[in-house]
């Protein structure tokens, strides 16, 4: 099964998988800077990318999901904002300008992929530009309340600091969180919570 067929079935449910209600540590983070324009890579359903345009945001959303993409649109619409949403990896993906923030959140990765993808994220932030991530912690994998299954999809923070070595990393912390993003994130779980700016 391919990767987008794999999302295009998990979003094909009427609910809203991961909820609608934006990321507790994203939106803690984008409240603090100036608004500017924002990118959303791996966004599926939409939910924090309408938070941030709620929020006078700019925003970019990608996802490998048309069906992700088809219920993002359908949330957007129900708050009036609009958001540019493009279906594809985002790898493969060119971009007219840079973003003055970044969110990554709950994106994984196989290994293989990770140094090339971070040097893509660092190439899109702008000069002052402010990355913010949450991630699971591969201690996440003994745990049912989210996350992948595929030890090779997990990060530690060393490896994050490495991968990003090209930004100024602000903080990095583990923490044991509480998820209530819907269905797929409940409960405990230990995550890696990354701030990182661009010179």
Known sequence: MSKSTKWNKRYSSPEYVYGTEPNKFLKQELSKLATGRLLLPGE???RNAVWAAIN???VTAVDISQMGKEKAMKLFAAHDVNINYRVGNILDLNFDK???AIGLIYLHLPKE???TFA??????LAPKGTLIMETFHPEQILRNSGGPKNP???VTPNELKTYFSMLNIVSIETQEVYLNEGAHH???AM???MVATKE
């Open 152 to 154: 090779d999809y997990f």
């Open 191 to 193: 995550v890696i919570r």
């Open 56 to 58: 006078k945001w700019e």
């Open 44 to 46: 599926g359903e939409g």
């Open 113 to 115: 992929l990770k140094q």
């Open 119 to 124: 040097i893509k994220i660092a190439q899109l």
């Open 98 to 100: 840079q973003f003055d």
């Open 186 to 188: 409940k409960g405990k």
